[in-house]
């Protein structure tokens, strides 16, 4: 168990308006921090006044992105209980992402005391309103001074926390997508798997030449074919082809393993609903929708759990989706996914963890 030491703000910050909250723009007034040196190990374990971090110029996160990163929300429940959301899932994910990127290990057991010990002490920072939670984001950067390209000595862990509002204030509205077929997300082999600010600073220019052509995400293909359904966005992906849920496999790494991801292949199941995880072509989507057999689909993510797809754009040509709403199917899981988190149904799978 982590020894963690706690220092705490002389003034504490005005709460935001739980209503214009937003996503990410907001942080409490304290965060967790723990350093890792070849000698020590993971050490000195504290909660610290929300600050910012001094490095030096040289840091070699600055110049070759040894960082990785986390998200997962608390939530408050009707009857006051504060609810993690399969905060193991995170934590192995954690491990998974390390160990691609050359980071030490963290003890599991430590990262959970200290997502419990942080969201414990700023639960004041939890918003009520329907639909809103504390985002926790975990991060580790390589912090050696350092122009050499190695692995890193030295790394700082920190946990901050933000709480976020609404994905959907106005309801779920279905997005339109635009299927990228210069850029490529992960291939075989590198970073797909492993949740890292590297993948995102390269998928940026996709995001951006989407935006500029009037969409809202990008749906990614394979690296290698330029053929296969990889991601979208920053989301896993949902199709619903002839009453069929298919989503991509992860056996190749290319594919984040998302806890929304697993979370709704399970329901699904528990429903009795048809699900593959396999390969899946832009061919066999174009082609399902020629055919009337594309039903819907939608990504599915921490931040906005499930966010269907109105539109897709393959090349010029515009599909709609469900007539460019949400489907029967998006809104089941997203009903049941959020009716769990926030602990207003049943836990019928154990996934909710109590923070005291
Ligand atoms: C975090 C992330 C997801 C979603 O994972 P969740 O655990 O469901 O939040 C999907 N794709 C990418 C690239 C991600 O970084």
Same mark, same amino acid.
């Given at each position: 168990?982590?020894?963690?030491?706690?220092?705490?703000?002389?003034?504490?910050?005005?709460?935001?308006?739980?209503?214009?909250?937003?996503?990410?723009?907001?942080?409490?007034?304290?965060?967790?921090?723990?350093?890792?040196?070849?000698?020590?190990?993971?050490?000195?374990?504290?909660?610290?006044?929300?600050?910012?971090?001094?490095?030096?110029?040289?840091?070699?996160?600055?110049?070759?992105?040894?960082?990785?990163?986390?998200?997962?929300?608390?939530?408050?429940?009707?009857?006051?209980?504060?609810?993690?959301?399969?905060?193991?899932?995170?934590?192995?994910?954690?491990?998974?992402?390390?160990?691609?990127?050359?980071?030490?290990?963290?003890?599991?057991?430590?990262?959970?005391?200290?997502?419990?010990?942080?969201?414990?002490?700023?639960?004041?920072?939890?918003?009520?309103?329907?639909?809103?939670?504390?985002?926790?984001?975990?991060?580790?950067?390589?912090?050696?001074?350092?122009?050499g390209v190695h692995v890193a000595k030295n790394y700082l862990f920190c946990i901050i926390l933000s709480p976020v509002g609404s994905y959907y204030p106005e309801g779920i509205n279905p997005v339109k997508?635009?299927?990228?077929?210069?850029?490529?997300?992960?291939?075989?082999?590198?970073?797909?798997?492993?949740?890292?600010?590297?993948?995102?600073?390269?998928?940026?220019?996709?995001?951006?030449?989407?935006?500029?052509?009037?969409?809202?995400?990008v749906l990614w293909l394979d690296g290698i074919h330029r053929k296969y359904i990889d991601e979208v966005g920053a989301m896993n992906v949902f199709f619903v082809i002839d009453g069929e849920v298919i989503?991509?496999?992860?056996?190749?790494?290319?594919?984040?393993?998302?806890?929304?991801?697993?979370?709704?292949?399970?329901?699904? $199941?528990?429903?009795?609903?048809?699900? #593959?995880?396999?390969?899946?072509? /832009?061919?066999?989507?174009? *082609?399902? !929708?020629? =055919? &009337? $057999?594309?039903?819907?689909?939608?990504? #599915?993510?921490?931040?906005?759990? /499930?966010?269907?797809?109105? *539109?897709? !754009?393959? =090349? &010029?040509?515009?599909?709609?989706?469900?007539?460019?709403?949400?489907?029967?199917?998006?809104?089941?899981?997203?009903?049941?996914?959020?009716?769990?988190?926030?602990?207003?149904?049943?836990?019928?799978?154990?996934?909710?963890?109590?923070?005291?």
């Open positions: 168990m982590l020894d963690i030491k706690i220092q705490p703000v002389e003034v504490k910050k005005e709460k935001p308006d739980q209503n214009k909250l937003g996503f990410g723009n907001y942080f409490t007034d304290h965060m967790f921090m723990m350093n890792y040196t070849e000698s020590k190990g993971w050490h000195d374990a504290r909660i610290v006044p929300y600050q910012n971090i001094s490095l030096d110029p040289a840091a070699m996160v600055f110049h070759y992105a040894q960082e990785m990163f986390e998200g997962l929300k608390a939530y408050k429940a009707p009857d006051g209980r504060v609810l993690l959301f399969r905060p193991d899932m995170n934590i192995k994910r954690m491990n998974n992402t390390n160990r691609r990127l050359c980071i030490p290990q963290l003890d599991p057991d430590e990262v959970l005391q200290a997502i419990k010990a942080i969201v414990s002490y700023e639960k004041d920072w939890i918003p009520t309103l329907e639909g809103t939670s504390l985002y926790i984001r975990p991060f580790i950067i390589a912090t050696d001074a350092h122009l997508i635009y299927v990228e077929t210069e850029y490529v997300r992960a291939v075989k082999g590198g970073t797909g798997f492993a949740k890292v600010g590297g993948n995102y600073a390269s998928s940026l220019i996709g995001q951006q030449k989407a935006e500029q052509l009037g969409y809202a995400q989503t991509p496999a992860l056996d190749e790494g290319n594919i984040l393993p998302g806890v929304t991801r697993d979370s709704c292949i399970s329901m699904l $199941k528990s429903w009795g609903v048809k699900v #593959t995880e396999r390969k899946l072509s /832009i061919d066999e989507v174009i *082609e399902a !929708n020629a =055919n &009337g $057999k594309l039903n819907e689909a939608f990504g #599915t993510g921490t931040a906005a759990v /499930i966010s269907p797809i109105g *539109e897709l !754009n393959n =090349n &010029g040509e515009k599909i709609i989706l469900n007539g460019g709403k949400i489907g029967p199917i998006s809104q089941k899981l997203y009903d049941t996914l959020t009716g769990t988190q926030w602990g207003k149904l049943e836990d019928k799978f154990g996934w909710t963890v109590t923070v005291k």
